[in-house]
């Protein structure tokens, strides 16, 4: 059987309120130099329940906002 969940989706927040926010989830951001998402995928524990996901403006977050993401631990991802 096919169990889906919907996910949980919360307002947008400034770069740090999302930094300070601690959380026990796994961090994710969406970015083109990251490792694949199949790679990720591998990593995924299957109980983990939680994730916190960035997703930057159009035209791309700065380096130094990039920099904050990863000291934060955030794992950084590409779609491809």
């Known amino acids: 059987s096919k169990n889906f969940a919907m996910a949980q989706v919360n307002e947008p927040k400034h770069l740090a309120d999302l930094?300070?926010?601690k959380s026990?989830?796994?961090r994710i951001f969406f970015d083109a130099t990251g490792k694949s998402l199949l790679e990720l995928s591998n990593?995924?524990?299957?109980?983990q329940k939680k994730y916190i996901v960035c997703v930057g403006p159009e035209g791309?977050?700065?380096?130094?906002?990039k920099f904050l993401l990863q000291k934060d631990g955030f794992t950084f991802v590409r779609l491809t």
């Open 19 to 21: 930094i300070a926010q």
């Open 24 to 26: 026990d989830g796994q």
């Open 43 to 47: 990593d995924i524990h299957p109980l």
């Open 60 to 65: 791309d977050l700065l380096e130094s906002e």
